[in-house]
């Protein structure tokens, strides 16, 4: 899928998603773990990008997206709070199902868990997002893009993009464990982890 230059990170680590907690738009910020990510991030792309203003960042609205945006920038030598934010760029509700561990959502609801593993793409929490809707979402962001661009949001607005840029499976990239302490780079329909 032909388009500029992407590079997308996955906000760092929260205190929730170490619990395997469905965090969606509930506004948690990054743990210890999380600025470590978002620094070796934003080191490995001072290493990789010679002239960092050609680039354009945005970050999604949800502080922990927005916090690793300003350290990786830091790392990168460049003024932290200058990137635009888009809300497109927000991460999947999880509806009824924010703040619920996996565990706890397998045991309550069985049914729906299995459901949810057979149908990631199209899955939709009660009150929430499927895959399939999020992509709605951010694909008129993805067409908008004029030049190279980094974003820092969220792992189901990232299985997104990818699928899309991908062209790949739709429950397989929705299946796809987004890391936190990697750079993607898509171009070209190629993708390159970084």
Same mark, same amino acid.
């Given at each position: 899928?032909?388009?500029?230059m992407l590079y997308y990170l996955r906000h760092g680590e929260t205190d929730w998603n170490a619990e395997l907690r469905f965090q969606g738009q509930k506004d948690?910020?990054?743990?210890?773990?999380?600025?470590?990510?978002?620094?070796?991030?934003?080191?490995?792309?001072?290493?990789?990008?010679?002239?960092?203003?050609?680039?354009?960042?945005?970050?999604?609205?949800?502080?922990?997206?927005?916090?690793?945006?300003?350290?990786?920038?830091?790392?990168?030598?460049?003024?932290?709070?200058?990137?635009?934010?888009?809300?497109?760029?927000?991460e999947a509700s999880y509806g009824d199902l924010e703040g619920t561990t996996l565990a706890e959502f397998k045991a309550m609801a069985p049914d729906e868990h299995?459901?949810?593993?057979?149908?990631?793409?199209?899955?939709?929490?009660?009150?929430?997002?499927?895959? @399939? $809707?999020?992509?709605?979402?951010?694909?008129? #962001?993805?067409?908008?893009?004029? +030049?190279?661009? /980094?974003?820092?949001?969220?792992?189901?607005?990232?299985?997104?993009?990818?699928?899309?840029?991908? @062209? $790949?499976?739709?429950?397989?990239?929705?299946? #796809?464990?987004?890391?936190?302490? +990697?750079?993607? /780079?898509?171009?070209?329909?190629?993708?390159?982890?970084?």
């Amino acid at each position: 899928m032909a388009g500029p230059m992407l590079y997308y990170l996955r906000h760092g680590e929260t205190d929730w998603n170490a619990e395997l907690r469905f965090q969606g738009q509930k506004d948690i910020p990054l743990n210890a773990r999380g600025r470590e990510q978002a620094r070796s991030n934003g080191k490995r792309l001072a290493e990789l990008i010679s002239n960092p203003s050609e680039l354009d960042f945005v970050a999604s609205p949800l502080g922990r997206a927005r916090e690793t945006m300003e350290i990786v920038r830091a790392e990168m030598g460049l003024d932290p709070g200058n990137y635009r934010i888009d809300a497109r760029l927000i991460e999947a509700s999880y509806g009824d199902l924010e703040g619920t561990t996996l565990a706890e959502f397998k045991a309550m609801a069985p049914d729906e868990h299995k459901l949810r593993k057979q149908t990631r793409w199209t899955y939709c929490p009660r009150n929430g997002e499927s895959h @399939a $809707m999020v992509l709605a979402r951010v694909l008129p #962001f993805y067409v908008e893009l004029q +030049r190279p661009t /980094l974003v820092c949001a969220h792992g189901v607005v990232g299985r997104a993009i990818r699928q899309h840029v991908l @062209a $790949m499976d739709r429950d397989e990239a929705a299946d #796809f464990t987004f890391p936190q302490d +990697r750079v993607f /780079l898509w171009h070209d329909g190629v993708e390159r982890q970084l």
